[in-house]
Structures are given as structure tokens and as C-alpha cells.
């Protein structure tokens, strides 16, 4: 599933993000199924989004075991950036850590279920926050590289969730949030957690930005109020009408499916 933001244009309110269901060579467009009955039916088959294999199980959201336990992408310095091993030698493809990790990040407020810290690479904005289902999203700072990023990661959870609730994010009961006003509390807060960062990187190693909040909106028609979700795993067929699109969720009136999850997974769409 493809996410992209509708109007990309920050002052205004923006256009509702456009969904796309990729199935084999097609795209399916989603917002003009809103309203719709749609039917998705997996029929038992998953292959690796890597290597393209067979596999019995997903993991890492569609890699196959072979692949989940060789490719840097998959390690878990990935997700904890602070963990980065690259100079201790063992990075599992020094080459693809060199292309991915060594690269500007970007440290940025969003909210998504209240406010929360996150990382991203420069060119996964803003496709990183759709992902979340952020309602506003703020960069705040500039890094040279990934592991940079976590360490200021680290500093910001001391005062700020780094991880969305999903249940909240789909009921759509998000207030929003001064996010520049936030943003300047917690450099304030944490202004001397960053001494020892500056002195390991350099003076120069964080960057702040001076950018302006962005908002999001989604195409939903109506938001659950409880929240079921399916699962191919157990249930490999699932209908209902469409209701809406938020994050990584399709919602329908039989309840929400997180299709990132199933990525991989050969499924039929009627
Ligand atoms: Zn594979």
C-alpha cells in the first residue's frame, strides 16, 4: 500500500493523503473506493519482499528468515539507531549501512496519538508520517547520520513517547498540538543532555530547524468508535465496507487491517 499526501502544501489545510493498493502489476485507487464493499482474500501464499522466495512466515512485515537474519536492514540497530555497530566492524553490509546510515536524518515532533519523537530519513518525509497517521508533524533537527539521530532519540524519550497507540490514532480523537511551542519546551528541557553529544560529534553535529508544523489529513468517512481488527493469519478472507484509510490501516465497518503487516502476502482484491 502506497500512501501520498494530497495538497503538499504546509499553510493550507491539506487535501486528504491519497491511498494506493498495490496488488501484483496494479494500483488500486482506495479513495475512490471509499464507501464501497471491498473484499480482500489471501490465499496462503507470502514471498520475502527481498529475495522474492516463498516463505512460510513474515517477518520484519515480509522478509523472509534468511534475509531477516542477513540483511542490515533488518538488524535491529535499524530500529534502536543508538545501537549502531558499523565501527566496531560487524555492520552486516557496510556498504548499505554507508548508503542508508550515513546519510542526513532528520529528528522530528509528530503527533499521531498525542505527541511523540521520531527519526526519519530526509527523503521519507512526509511518507513516514502518513505511515504513523500523524495529524501535524514538525522537524526540529538535522543530523549527519543515523546513529546522531538515536542518541538525540534517546535524549527526547526521557520527556516524550516515541511510539504511536494505534487504537487512539484510529478512533481519531487527536487534539492537536502546538508543536512549535513543544518543540521550543523540550530544547529548553533538555539543553544539557546535549552537552556530551556535542562533545563526542562536534559543535556543529546538530542542527536545528526553524521549519513550520504540517498538517495531514486522512480519508476516513467515519472513524470506528471500537476497534476489531482482522487478520490474514487467522482469517485469511476479509470484507466489509470501506470506511477510511489512516497510518498503515484500511477501515472497514467489520473492523481495521494494518496491510504494512501483510506486506508480502499474496491477496486477491474483489
Ligand atoms: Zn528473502
Known amino acids: 500500500m502506497a500512501v501520498e499526501p494530497g495538497v503538499a502544501d504546509p499553510d493550507s489545510d491539506a487535501e486528504p493523503a491519497h491511498y494506493t493498493l498495490r496488488v501484483g502489476e496494479q494500483r488500486l485507487d482506495l479513495n475512490a473506493r471509499l464507501g464501497e464493499p471491498l473484499r480482500l482474500v489471501w490465499h496462503g501464499n507470502i514471498f520475502c519482499i527481498h529475495c522474492g522466495r516463498r516463505t512460510r512466515k513474515s517477518f520484519a512485515q515480509g522478509y523472509c528468515y534468511p534475509c531477516f537474519k542477513s540483511l542490515a536492514q533488518c538488524d535491529t540497530c535499524i530500529v534502536k539507531p543508538e545501537t549502531c555497530h558499523y565501527f566496531a566492524g560487524t555492520c552486516r553490509e557496510p556498504a548499505w549501512g554507508e548508503r542508508h546510515c550515513f ?158 503487516k501483510f506486506t508480502g502476502y499474496e491477496v486477491s482484491v474483489m
Open 103 to 260: 546519510r542526513p536524518h532528520v529528528v522530528y515532533l509528530a503527533n499521531s496519538s498525542g505527541l511523540k519523537v521520531g527519526i526519519t530519513r530526509g527523503t521519507q518525509i512526509p511518507t513516514r508520517w502518513l505511515d504513523q497517521g500523524a495529524i501535524q508533524a514538525l522537524p526540529i533537527l538535522e543530523v549527519d547520520t543515523r546513529q546522531q539521530s538515536g542518541f538525540v532519540e534517546m535524549l527526547f524519550k526521557e520527556r516524550v513517547a516515541d511510539r504511536t497507540n494505534w487504537r487512539a490514532m484510529l478512533k481519531g480523537e487527536v487534539e492537536p498540538l502546538d508543536l512549535s511551542a513543544q518543540r521550543d519546551r523540550l530544547f529548553a528541557q533538555l539543553e544539557s543532555g546535549f552537552v556530551p553529544l556535542r562533545e563526542r560529534f562536534g559543535a556543529d553535529a546538530f542542527q536545528r530547524l526553524d521549519q513550520r508544523p504540517r498538517r495531514f489529513r486522512y480519508p476516513v468517512l467515519e472513524f470506528p468508535r471500537k476497534i476489531a481488527s482482522h487478520n490474514f493469519d487467522k482469517q485469511p478472507e476479509v470484507a466489509g465496507t470501506l470506511l477510511g484509510m489512516k497510518g498503515q490501516y484500511l477501515m472497514l465497518d467489520s473492523g481495521v487491517i494494518n496491510l504494512r
